[in-house]
């Protein structure tokens, strides 16, 4: 596989699909990540144009965009001409939501005539595939509450709200929003006893419909395994096929350590 550019994020994800493929990494000033730029220098959000260019003179015709990114603060008068053209479209995008802003980015790599690979796609091997991932198999009471959880993401799916959602004993404890799935998870550890039925609770992290994976495929870590822990969850259910699965033997071990399981169902 020809070198890729990797659009480096904070997280995980951007160091996995870098020791996968043979990348250029491109990182943005103000956005902690876990790898150094291949070039050296970090761009900025406002100048997209220069990504571009120094993306082609390096004969980069394929890119990932990896990590997770809170949303900028733009200075408008900093601007090159081809983040200026997308401007406009971005303001209106923003308030439409995560999902409306992505494919609006991915739009622009396309338009540059750049090809916009998924994480997925680079490094298949993260992707959860159906079955017992780690820990005890879970109990009917789980699984109805998975199903709880589901049903709630998929309500919500066309709102754009989150991708993951805590039911314990069919009482919904939290879902996740622009926070992110670890604040919601803090949330739930401080929800007083007396809001909590006798039933542990089980979060689901499940992909949106329509949701377009190449830039936002939900994703779960070690850290997310140890949050549950102390949310006093049973478990973690995700969706086989369309959910990451973050340094797995860590993710494994932090289950069997906590006694959680994880169970990737859906396909």
């Given amino acids: 596989m020809a070198r890729i550019g990797l659009i480096a994020f904070g997280g995980r994800l951007p160091v996995e699909v870098a020791a996968s493929a043979e990348v250029h990494v491109v990182t943005f000033a103000g956005v902690e990540t876990l790898l150094t730029p291949t070039s050296g220098t970090a761009h900025r959000f406002e100048t997209l144009g220069r990504v571009v260019s120094e993306l082609r003179s390096v004969g980069t015709e394929r890119i990932v ?9 733009l200075d408008q008068t900093a601007f090159d001409s081809e983040t200026r053209a997308l401007a406009t479209a971005l303001s209106v ?33 993260l992707v959860a595939e159906p079955g017992l991932v780690a820990g005890p198999a879970p109990a009917d009471g789980h699984r109805a509450d998975a199903d709880r959880a589901e049903a709630i993401l998929g309500a919500l799916g066309p709102l754009d709200v989150g991708q993951a959602a805590v039911v314990a004993g069919g009482r919904c404890l939290g879902i996740e929003t622009v926070q992110g799935t670890d604040a919601m998870l803090r949330q739930v550890a401080e929800t007083p006893a007396h809001h909590r039925p006798d039933a542990a609770g089980v979060l689901v992290k499940w992909a949106k419909d329509g949701q377009d994976l190449r830039a936002d495929m939900p994703a779960i870590g070690p850290v997310t395994v140890d949050l549950a822990a102390r949310a006093g969850l049973a478990g973690i259910v995700v969706e086989a096929g369309r959910v990451l699965i973050l340094d797995r033997a860590a993710v494994v071990a932090a289950a069997e350590d906590a006694g959680l399981f994880v169970l990737a169902r859906g396909e």
């Fill in 65 to 73: 965009l990896a990590g997770s990114l809170k949303r900028p603060a």
């Fill in 93 to 125: 995008a923003v308030k439409r939501g995560d999902d409306a802003v992505m494919r609006l980015v991915i739009g622009f790599f396309e338009g540059q005539g750049l090809e916009v690979l998924g994480a997925h796609e680079v490094a298949p091997h």
